[in-house]
């Protein structure tokens, strides 16, 4: 565990502050940057700019207030520090990196396991469920408004899948309590960004579950999407979240692997484990990241040679793991 750090003493002097996370932002990065931005602007009068990048807010998301101020285009600015949130990598920036090699100072807070550390300051804590605990760790209680409490309540619910997963502590039980008792509906938030699907993306959700296939001996599902079929349904990769979930609540599975294609010989993986397996290796040995039951990457090939190298590498280590 990385030592936490004063935000006081960090930002002394500071008067332009860029926020930035991963690109194909998910709940946890979209909260995370949000609940930081919000929290800044309402406490520190004195700062110029607390200026917030993304790469996109992938519409269930602007149930939040605030979002409407989050950038997706990226013009020439240059800051005091620059906040990298639930970001692995620097590569993961995106277009927000620029920001990050002209800044004064780079504070990195994140949980991803497959983060080597980078910037000037950093908080990085693997066995936190969500880069927004870890935000809600450096602010004074107090001073949370209620806009940014549910800001940072979503990223903690999403990237716990509401809960359930086992990097949830009694620590995030304990902040996600402090969180509702700003006093927001959690259960319409969670209903509205988490829950609930478009009839579009339910429809896609169906068509992955059954053209999914079982390998070794139904300790590994699979399932891919090919361009042809994300335009068929006219969605886009943001329409795909929870499919990979979905596979993994097989019974008798441990690992699950989803891909969909983004460009010819291009997939981006989504992989899923019950514990045996560590997905995060098998990302990263691929060029990707993320944590020991969730992780990704993107590989180049046909669909067939993407998922013989990656059942490989898995049923090494479930071989591994029996022995
Ligand atoms: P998902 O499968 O939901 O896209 O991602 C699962 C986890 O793996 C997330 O924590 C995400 O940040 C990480 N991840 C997904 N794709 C990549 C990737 O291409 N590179 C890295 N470094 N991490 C990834
Ligand atoms: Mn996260």
Avoid: W
């Avoid at 039951?293 to 090939?301: H, I, L």
């Amino acid at each position: 565990m990385m030592k936490m750090f004063d935000l006081d003493q960090e930002l002394k002097g500071v008067k332009r502050i860029a926020i930035a996370g991963h690109i194909r932002p998910d709940g946890d990065c979209v909260g995370s940057c949000l609940g930081l931005g919000l929290y800044l602007r309402e406490n520190y009068p004195a700062l110029e700019a607390v200026d917030l990048y993304l790469e996109s807010v992938p519409e269930r998301f602007r149930v939040l207030e605030g979002t409407e101020t989050i950038r997706t285009s990226y013009p020439k600015e240059t800051y005091d520090v620059f906040f990298s949130l639930d970001c692995g990598d620097i590569g993961r920036l995106g277009n927000a990196a620029e920001y990050l090699h002209t800044a004064g100072k780079v504070i990195c807070v994140d949980h991803h396991i497959s983060n080597h550390g980078f910037g000037d300051v950093q908080f990085i804590e693997p066995e936190a469920s969500s880069a927004s605990e870890l935000v809600y760790l450096l602010l004074d209680d107090k001073k949370l408004s209620v806009n940014a409490a549910k800001a940072l309540y979503m990223g903690i619910a999403h990237d716990t899948g509401v809960f359930q997963y086992s990097c949830t502590s009694s620590r995030t039980m304990e902040i996600a309590g402090k969180l509702i008792d700003k006093g927001f509906d959690f259960n319409e938030l969670l209903d509205l960004t988490f829950f609930q699907k478009t009839y579009l993306q339910n429809q896609i959700l169906g068509r992955a579950l059954l053209e999914s296939m079982l390998l070794m001996d139904g300790k590994c599902i699979i399932s891919a999407l090919r361009k042809k079929d994300l335009d068929f349904y006219g969605v886009t990769g943001e329409d795909l979240e929870g499919i990979v979930s979905q596979l993994r609540n097989t019974a008798g599975v441990e690992v699950a692997i989803f891909l969909y294609e983004t460009a010819i010989q291009e997939f981006k993986v989504s992989l899923r484990s019950n514990g045996k397996v560590d997905v995060s290796r098998v990302a990263s040995y691929f060029g990707g990241g993320g944590h020991v039951r969730a992780a990704g990457c993107t590989m180049q090939g046909s669909v067939y040679d993407v998922l013989n190298n990656l059942t490989l590498h898995i049923e090494k280590q479930l071989k591994a793991a029996e022995n």
